[in-house]
């Protein structure tokens, strides 16, 4: 958070990319991250928490929607190396939810492999129809990360972790006018 800080006030320090870092992580990682963000160009998780090499482990996928890949590789560090954070980060006009949330509205489906980014949308999708929203897919997106970071902060391999305290699973909106990222739930209390 405090270099999204920096990021939102164009105060970079671009920590951990020089040559030394580089030699510093070559032999060993242990990053103090694992970020789920959306395939946008405009929300690269390195650039917006002004992190670096080594850093943070990043899975970005279409609406950051997951399947059992991607639930596995976001589960790869908490599990094997006690990475104590994972942040599941929508961001502001996504194209992705967007799409997904006009088409089931107007039941139809994506084209090609583009609907399967719909269909995992689908919960989200259906928590949003029930109430009212000025901005449904901004909605849409919100809850999405809340109920992809529930699902893994309660699921049979994680869920062990967050009650021991050893790993937080936080869902988070990223604003590409200001740039900063709001914690939405799951922050850690200590
Ligand atoms: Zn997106």
Redesign the pocket.
């Known amino acids: 958070m405090d270099g999204n800080k920096r990021w939102q006030e164009g105060d970079l320090k671009h920590p951990d990319r020089d040559p030394g870092r580089r030699e510093f992580v070559a032999a060993e990682q242990d990053p103090f991250g694992v970020i789920l963000s959306?395939?946008?160009s405009r929300?690269p998780p390195e650039l917006l928490f002004d992190t670096g090499l080594g850093d943070l482990f990043v899975m970005r996928t279409?609406?950051?929607v997951v399947d059992s890949v991607v639930t596995g590789s976001v589960e790869y560090g908490p599990m094997t190396s006690g990475t104590p954070l994972i942040v599941v980060l929508?961001?502001q006009?996504?194209?992705?939810?967007k799409a997904s949330y006009e088409a089931m509205r107007a039941g139809k489906k994506l084209p090609g492999n583009l609907q399967s980014i719909a269909d995992a949308l689908r919960p989200a999708y259906k928590e949003t129809v029930k109430g009212k929203h000025d901005d449904p897919v901004d909605a849409m997106?919100r809850i999405h990360v809340k109920q992809t970071s529930a699902a893994l902060r309660s699921n049979r391999d994680l869920d062990p972790l967050v009650k021991k305290g050893s790993l937080a699973v936080v869902s988070a909106y990223y604003s590409l006018d200001s740039g900063r990222v709001e914690v939405l739930t799951g922050a850690p209390s200590a």
């Open positions: 959306c395939i946008d929300v279409g609406g950051q929508g961001h006009r996504c194209g992705a939810v997106t």
